[in-house]
Antibody, heavy 119, light 107 residues
Framework: QVQLQESGPGLVKPSETLSLTCAVS?????????WGWIRQPPGKGLEWIGS???????YYNPSLKSRVTISVDTSKNQFSLRLRSVTAADTAVYYC????????????WGQGTMVTVSS | DIQLTQSPSFLSASVGDRVTITCRAS??????LAWYQQKPGKAPKLLIY???TLQSGVPSRFSGSGSGTEFTLTITSLQPEDFATYYC?????????FGQGTKLEIK
């Protein structure tokens, strides 16, 4: 079955760059879906960060656009998130997820990874 | 950005009850509306997409309806495992946005 798994450091220092990878198994990342990153600060709601297509086409949340880069590596069947100049406000659980082929939902989610920004 | 407003934000109900959660969009979203259930420490789980289509494997006591700017999630005959937080999301226009969530608690 399709599985997504986030990986990356759980602790990042303020002003540094948060880097996460989402490994996709059971499905080719080139099969026509968009893929996305969503985050959730402790005790708060969900925020869409951005999405990417296997061709490299990206869409970002304007609130984060100046600091975010999402990339895809089709040879490794994975996609990645980089968030620059982090602050404590970027502390959150970060999820990767698959968008349905019809573009109307995130149907498969990773388990999420907690990233804390602290010195 | 399209704002999604869920009501209520908190809901207290009993096993066996029927509950309805509303999601209002600040502009039309062409039924690109999804509903998710999230339990503590877990990733959101897709329940409903395209406003009213039940995701495979989701119990039929969950249903979605609505169009334009007003949408509802209904759960008939609440089960103990349904007590969770529910989010709506619009995927019609970037940036995708979520409602603030509705926490469903046991009365």
């Amino acid at each position: 079955q399709v599985q997504l798994q986030e990986s990356g450091p759980g602790l990042v220092k303020p002003s540094e760059t948060l880097s996460l990878t989402c490994a996709v198994s059971g499905y080719s990342i080139s099969s026509g879906c968009y893929w996305g990153w969503i985050r959730q600060p402790p005790g708060k709601g969900l925020e869409w960060i951005g999405s990417i297509y296997h061709s490299g086409t990206t869409y970002y949340n304007p609130s984060l656009k100046s600091r975010v880069t999402i990339s895809v590596d089709t040879s490794k069947n994975q996609f990645s998130l980089r968030l620059r100049s982090v602050t404590a406000a970027d502390t959150a659980v970060y999820y990767c997820a698959r968008v349905t082929l019809t573009g109307d939902a995130f149907d498969i989610w990773g388990q999420g990874t907690m990233v804390t920004v602290s010195s | 950005d399209i704002q999604l407003t869920q009501s209520p934000s908190f809901l207290s109900a009993s096993v066996g009850d029927r509950v309805t959660i509303t999601c209002r969009a600040s502009q039309g979203i062409n039924n690109y509306l999804a509903w998710y259930q999230q339990k503590p420490g877990k990733a959101p789980k897709l329940l409903i997409y395209a406003a009213s289509t039940l995701q495979s494997g989701v119990p039929s006591r969950f249903s979605g309806s609505g169009s334009g700017t007003e949408f509802t999630l209904t759960i008939t005959s609440l089960q103990p495992e349904d007590f969770a937080t529910y989010y709506c999301q619009q995927l019609n226009t970037y940036p995708y946005t979520f409602g603030q969530g509705t926490k469903l608690e046991i009365k």
